[in-house]
């Protein structure tokens, strides 16, 4: 059986927004697969960690925001999926190693992060996210707020 990686549902009851955290470990060697399980899951939005592609991937019945980490240390790409119906918009600034995006479904707005600390870089890109995160910052609006992540470290 192909490892897939690891996947986190959160929430999921009808009336709620299904956002689904995924390390995929690489993407594209097993795009069938992936496909198959996002079928599966029948996710509104998916928070990738470790896409490890150079481009934004594309996956069927879903808009793809993708950060590449092309010569960064720690390489491994980012990206929010969100199902087509729905309306997504990136905000924040553009880093190597997060990415996050204001979700707009069934009249509500989420703002959702996806994260990769890499090893060896968590004080510089920790500092970067705490001054891009929208958490940051005091928002105005009434949307939620959930980052997801992935931080690499040694013990």
Same mark, same amino acid.
């Given at each position: &059986?192909?490892?897939? @990686?690891?996947?986190?549902?959160?929430?999921?009851?009808?009336? /709620?927004?299904?956002?689904?955290?995924?390390?995929? %470990?690489?993407?594209?060697?097993?795009?069938?697969?992936?496909? /198959?399980?996002?079928?599966?899951?029948?996710?509104?939005?998916?928070?990738? +960690?470790?896409?490890?592609?150079?481009?934004?991937?594309?996956?069927? *019945?879903? +808009?793809?925001?993708?950060?590449?980490? /092309?010569? #960064?240390?720690?390489? =491994?790409?980012?990206?929010?999926? $969100?199902?087509?119906?729905? #309306? $997504?918009?990136?905000?924040?600034?553009?880093?190597?190693?997060? %990415?996050? *995006?204001?979700?707009?479904?069934? *009249?509500?707005?989420?703002?959702? @992060?996806?994260?990769?600390?890499?090893?060896?870089?968590?004080?510089?890109?920790?500092? &970067?996210?705490? /001054? !891009?995160?929208?958490? !940051?910052?005091?928002?105005?609006?009434? !949307?939620?707020? $959930?980052?997801? @992540?992935?931080?690499?470290? =040694?013990?």
């Amino acid at each position: &059986m192909m490892d897939l @990686g690891n996947f986190i549902p959160l929430g999921g009851r009808s009336a /709620e927004l299904k956002v689904i955290a995924w390390n995929t %470990c690489g993407f594209s060697g097993k795009r069938i697969a992936v496909e /198959e399980r996002i079928g599966r899951l029948n996710p509104d939005v998916l928070l990738l +960690q470790e896409t490890l592609m150079k481009q934004r991937p594309s996956i069927p *019945g879903f +808009q793809v925001i993708h950060r590449e980490a /092309e010569g #960064t240390p720690g390489r =491994r790409e980012v990206g929010i999926a $969100v199902r087509n119906g729905l #309306t $997504v918009k990136e905000i924040g600034e553009r880093q190597p190693y997060f %990415c996050f *995006g204001k979700v707009t479904a069934r *009249g509500r707005e989420l703002i959702v @992060g996806s994260v990769y600390i890499p090893c060896g870089e968590q004080t510089a890109t920790m500092e &970067m996210l705490g /001054e !891009s995160s929208p958490n !940051s910052r005091r928002r105005t609006d009434k !949307s939620s707020l $959930v980052e997801t @992540g992935i931080w690499e470290g =040694r013990i």
